[in-house]
């Protein structure tokens, strides 16, 4: 085992990335390759394996041979799936060795700029006066997009109609539209409509301001203490992947999130880049599963 991780790699590594071509996760998961590539001496070659909500690129490489040549970088939705799955054919504990957290991207509560409400203050008193009659959208059940807007309700213990969409445009396109109130959405994403007035931010979920506007205030600074939504990113590998391997994988994507021109690369997708060791990443990983389970045995969300 030590002289295959001492020879590791000798040949190109899979990257498996369980969504579409083009979107935030695959050029995250493309740029760093191709760094990680250079520092290793080796190809990565990403491919993507799309269905059941990530799940089929995920079961994929649980079922690979454990031996760091097959790796997965997925977002969040590997957690929330466990939590809203009925049947999910893997374990993310069991089946899955985390090699690092890559960073996040921030979300953001906007609201069609018919709603009246200039703050957090004044859009939860208008939740009230609306008595649950008030439309959200996702980008599908049990999505991050609808635990987050789920997990908000709860803090404030109020109710609002969910309205689930295949993919986040769509959503995105009838909160412009005026059909929905409100959204939980990442900033990159609604960074352009609020920009152009199309909608009104009031609050970012992250611990503190976004640079890119920093006028709005977090969730923190309104009172909602020690609340913290981000849409995440991490790297994993099959489980009984050897230490050796892991450790020199995890140093690898390390060095290269850490490189100057890839940090600012990152930054101009709209990633908050970090990295941390497997442990770290694997303890993240428990408590998520356990946050969105809890929120989605809540509000009764299960998806198919």
């Known amino acids: 085992m030590t002289a295959n991780a001492q020879s590791f790699p000798n040949k190109p590594i899979q990257v498996v990335v369980p969504v579409a071509a083009g979107g935030g996760t695959d050029l995250l998961a493309r740029n760093l390759s191709q760094k990680v590539s250079e520092i290793l001496g080796q190809a990565l070659v990403v491919e993507n394996k799309l269905g059941a909500g990530g799940n089929i690129g995920v079961e994929y490489v649980m079922k690979s041979k454990a031996d760091g040549y097959t790796l997965l970088i997925s977002p969040a939705t590997i957690a929330t799936n466990v ?30 700029p018919s709603v009246k409400a200039n703050n957090l203050k004044e859009f939860v008193e208008l939740m009230k006066s609306k008595n649950g009659d008030m439309n959200y959208g996702s980008a599908g059940m049990g999505s991050p997009q609808h635990l987050q807007a789920e997990f908000f309700n709860q803090l404030v213990g109020l109710k609002s109609n969910h309205i689930p969409y295949k993919g986040q445009s769509q959503a995105m396109n009838d909160l412009i539209g005026g059909q929905l109130s409100y959204m939980f959405s990442p900033i990159q994403n609604a960074l352009p409509q609020i920009q152009q007035g199309r909608l009104r931010a009031l609050a970012v979920a992250s611990a503190e301001r976004h640079k890119a506007m920093p006028q709005v205030p977090t969730l923190n600074e309104q009172g909602y203490k020690g609340v913290e939504l981000t849409n995440w990113f991490a790297v994993y590998a099959p489980i009984n992947t050897p230490p050796a391997v892991v450790k020199k994988l995890n140093a690898a994507f390390t060095q290269a999130g850490k490189e100057a021109k890839m940090k600012e690369k990152l930054d101009s997708l709209g990633f908050e880049s970090f990295f941390t060791s497997s442990e770290e990443a694997t303890d993240f990983m428990r408590s998520e599963i356990v946050r969105w389970a809890r929120v989605a045995a809540y509000a009764g969300i299960k998806a198919e």
């Open 83 to 112: 939590a809203v799955y009925k049947k999910i054919p893997y374990d993310l504990v069991k089946d899955l060795q985390a090699i690092t957290l890559i960073g996040q991207t921030g979300v953001v509560l906007v609201v069609h």
